[in-house]
């Protein structure tokens, strides 16, 4: 398992980074659309109906557009993060 983790260190924190980030963008974006919904009179809507509505679609590529910021990140990452057969760790 050691030699696993040493091996695909930086995949697995880039996917953890990943979901983190996903998560919590979802979870806020939920919140504040539902106050948005209620601001103008019309019901909430539950989780899974915000999962496939235009706002939460929108948000995410929108966030998702941030190339730079993503390439920093794993540039910074393969300093210190090894990924077996990967020529940039």
């Known amino acids: 398992m050691r030699k696993f983790l040493r091996d695909n260190g930086l995949s697995l924190t880039l996917v953890v ?4 980030t996903l998560g919590g963008q979802l979870v806020v974006g939920w919140h504040a659309f539902n106050e948005e919904l209620q601001d103008y009179g019309r019901p909430s809507l539950a989780f899974g109906q915000y999962l496939t509505s ?3 679609i ?4 929108e966030n998702w557009e941030s190339e730079f910021l ?3 990140l ?3 990452l393969t300093v ?3 990924q077996k ?3 940039e760790s």
């Open 17 to 20: 980074i990943t979901l983190l």
């Open 58 to 61: 929108e948000a995410v590529f």
């Open 80 to 82: 210190w993060l090894y």
């Open 85 to 87: 057969g990967s020529s």
């Open 74 to 76: 794993y540039v910074l």
């Open 54 to 56: 235009g706002h939460c």
């Open 70 to 72: 993503q390439m920093g």
